[in-house]
């Protein structure tokens, strides 16, 4: 079966065979005016016409991306041409999304127009550093022209990104100056850096078609990453998992692919209906949709009324453009030429990692007014407010790759986040999030919190912290609304630690708060640990009597009623007073409405361990003897000491637990 090119072409995908040996893989985009020659100038580099579109042929304007391979010496270049024309701005973002060298292209016989402005003010929004000016239709006009419109362009470009960017003079139909220009973006391609490729797959769907016999192809520019046939891949924003059936790139069958090229993909598990332009594959567990950005937002000099708080604009990043409403920490607006941190509420889910870039223009998409780059892709908060929030996206874009791991954690609470999630929103790569925590971890700024189930959560400091001080001033509102009450019950306690982190380490923070003293238990509750319990003179005389009735009781104690007849008080007092005797370790609680004076409790446990050790059968009966009690008492005596871990029943008799409580 022959190969094909998808980009260009709607025929079935070859087998795949093994990648030639190649070259580094960089992408190249157009930009510029409406007929200043960029189509024929793509021509001239590669001989790819790449207008495909009837529609095209017949007007001679580009409408839809266009794409071409050129190789050139070390460097593979995928070429995405883009439309000049103002209407189709939105299909020149998405071809610029991703690029890594700029082509722009301005006529000779035109100079500087409209779209040439907008288009260096995009590539300058999406960071683009690399750059090579076109100047076409040098065959049209005096030899002294093109030198006056490469002084245009300079002075256009400077203050911008693409500043002091290499100027040729070309001519698409005599192919005067195109070797000049293939040199220019050889030296352009190597003053870049060696691109880091590697990490999760990333790719941004900018067309989608249907093979006979093969289903659904998809292309598009691969952002980062590799991707093999037979990978499993997610289709976001709709959570679709799919298989990769077969890879191209430029009329090539390829086993894998890597980021910096083109890419079609045959996808298996995928209906034609269930993707569009916009949509992106990712490794499974990279990225997750979102409706909120928090990012830095540059409104451009241009832009004639600057971004207004809760302004209505629309968004485009990667191959995608949604609605969304600009929220600003201040409520002020962005003047033009200014930039803020801002929070975009997006009417559409869509994907996004840490540092992407992204274009915003007017609700009716008729002018570029500014563009940023992401700084939280997951924000929970409907909106930046406070220090803490201000401080933690100052580290996320001024930080270390630790001091934004560290913010992403802390962010995130008490939430699990896998080494994918944390490399998405911290810009780290996944492969350095182990040792960077680990790093944290021996410095204490983070803490390993213990779930019970053998998978230690990973939590800042400073958020538990967080959560004790909130546990601490619930426990005052608690005493303060509630003075008769000697605290929260163990157990809610816990429930409460439970809901404000996640379910299973409540109970570990409470015995952090324990250890850190921020809290004490009284019996079964939980309390401040400066609170003591009110009591008037009146509570304190009928305390003392019910102390002296359980004293002299010794091991035939005796009940509540007993004691309100001997004191003449009311029930609920007595109740009341019984459960602070108990919280303040002065009574020990047998059983509901059976309590023991805790003399005589430890003189139980005592007398217990004695008969055991002793090699006598600790029956009932015989520590009723012992006690010189009656069942009636010895039986829940001896219970209460099973539940507490004392002893254990075997049989008719008891034995001593191996670990004892203190």
């Given at each position: 079966m ?6 260009t ?20 985009g ?20 790449t ?14 991306l ?8 070390p460097?593979?270049f995928?070429?995405v041409?883009v ?14 999304m991703?690029?890594?060298?700029a082509?722009?292209?301005?006529a ?13 003010e995009i ?7 690399r ?17 006056l ?13 693409l500043?002091g ?6 001519s ?14 050889v ?26 016999g093969?289903?659904?192809?998809v ?19 709709a959570?679709l ?17 890597e980021?910096?090229q ?33 990012v ?18 629309r ?17 002020q ?26 274009i915003?223009?007017?609700?009716t ?33 001024n930080?270390t790759a ?16 896998s ?13 350095e ?11 204490r700024?983070?803490?390993a919190?213990?779930t ?10 400073g ?13 005052e509102?608690?005493h303060?609304?509630?003075?008769d009450e ?13 809901r ?24 079964r ?7 003591a319990?009110?009591?008037?003179a009146?509570?304190e ?17 005796p009940s ?5 007849a001997?004191?003449q ?10 459960k ?6 002065q ?7 059976l309590?023991l004076?805790?003399?005589w ?5 005592d ?14 009966s015989t ?17 209460h ?12 008799v008891?034995v ?7």
């Open positions: 022959s190969s094909v090119d998808p980009t072409s709607e025929s079935p995908l070859p087998e795949a065979t093994d990648e030639p040996g190649c070259a580094t893989h960089l992408i190249i157009t930009a510029g005016h409406i007929d200043h020659g960029k189509t024929s100038l793509v021509k001239a580099l590669t001989g790819t016409d207008d495909r579109l009837p529609e095209e042929k017949r007007r001679g304007v580009t409408i839809e266009g794409f071409a391979n050129l190789e050139i010496g460097f593979s995928g070429m041409d439309p000049g024309h103002e209407r189709f701005v939105r299909t020149m973002v998405a071809g610029a991703g690029i890594d060298i082509l722009l292209v301005v000779a016989d035109d100079s500087v127009m409209p779209q040439t402005i907008e288009h260096v590539l300058d929004l999406v960071g683009v550093s750059c090579v000016v076109a100047i076409t239709k040098c065959d049209m006009v005096d030899a002294e022209l093109p030198e419109v490469a002084e245009e362009v300079a002075e256009l470009l400077e203050g911008t990104s500043a960017s290499p100027m040729i003079p070309v698409s139909t005599s192919g005067s100056g195109i070797d000049e220009l293939r040199a220019a973006l030296t352009a391609a190597e003053s870049i850096k060696q691109v880091d490729r590697s990490g999760p797959f990333r790719m941004a769907i900018d067309r989608v078609f249907v093979v006979q093969r289903g659904t192809v292309t598009g520019s691969v952002l980062q990453g590799r991707v093999s046939e037979g990978d499993e891949l997610v289709l976001w924003p959570g998992s799919c298989r990769v059936r077969a890879l191209q790139s430029h009329s090539q069958s390829q086993s894998n692919i980021g910096g083109r890419a079609a993909i045959n996808l298996s598990g995928i209906d034609r209906q269930q993707v569009e332009r916009g949509c992106e594959l990712v490794t499974p567990g990279f990225v997750q949709p979102t409706h909120m950005l928090d830095r937002l540059r409104c451009l000099p241009t832009a004639r009324r600057g971004i207004k708080h809760r302004s209505r604009v968004l485009a990043m990667g191959t995608r453009e949604v609605l969304a409403r600009v929220v600003t920490p201040t409520a607006p962005i003047d033009p030429g200014g930039h803020s941190l801002a929070q975009l509420r997006l009417s559409e889910p869509i994907t996004a990692i840490f540092g992407q870039r992204f915003l223009r007017d609700e998409a008729s002018r570029t007014v500014g563009g940023g780059v992401v700084l939280r892709c997951s924000p929970k908060r409907r909106r930046i407010r406070g220090q803490a929030e201000l401080d933690g996206l100052e580290r996320l874009e930080g630790q001091d934004r791991i560290e913010e992403t954690l802390r962010f995130n609470g008490f939430e699990r986040l080494a994918l999630t944390i490399s998405a929103e911290s810009g780290v790569d996944a492969t999030v182990a040792p960077l925590i680990a790093q944290l971890s021996e410095s700024k983070l803490i919190i213990d019970g189930r053998g998978e230690p959560t990973e939590v800042t400091a958020v538990v912290d967080a959560l004790m001080d909130r546990a601490v001033r619930w426990l509102r608690f303060t609304t509630r003075p000697l605290g929260v019950v163990e157990d809610a306690f816990i429930g409460y630690l439970d404000k982190s996640r379910k299973g380490l409540g109970r570990t923070v409470l015995e952090r708060m324990r250890a850190n003293k921020r809290v004490k238990l009284q019996s509750f939980i309390c401040h640990p400066q609170y319990p009110q009591m008037s009146q509570d005389r009928i305390m003392s009597a019910m102390l002296d009735e359980f004293q002299k009781a010794q091991f035939k104690p509540l009623k007993d004691l309100q001997a004191t008080a009311k029930m609920q007092r007595i109740q009341r007073l019984a602070i005797a108990v919280a303040t370790e009574l020990v609680e047998i059983d509901k409405g309590y004076h805790h003399a409790a430890q003189l139980l446990r007398k217990v361990a004695s008969i055991i050790r002793g090699g006598q059968d600790a029956s009932v520590i009723k003897q012992e006690l010189g009690s009656s069942r009636k008492y010895v039986v829940p005596f001896l219970e000491l099973d539940r507490t871990g004392f002893t254990r029943r075997d049989g008719d008891r001593l637990c191996e670990a004892q409580p203190s």
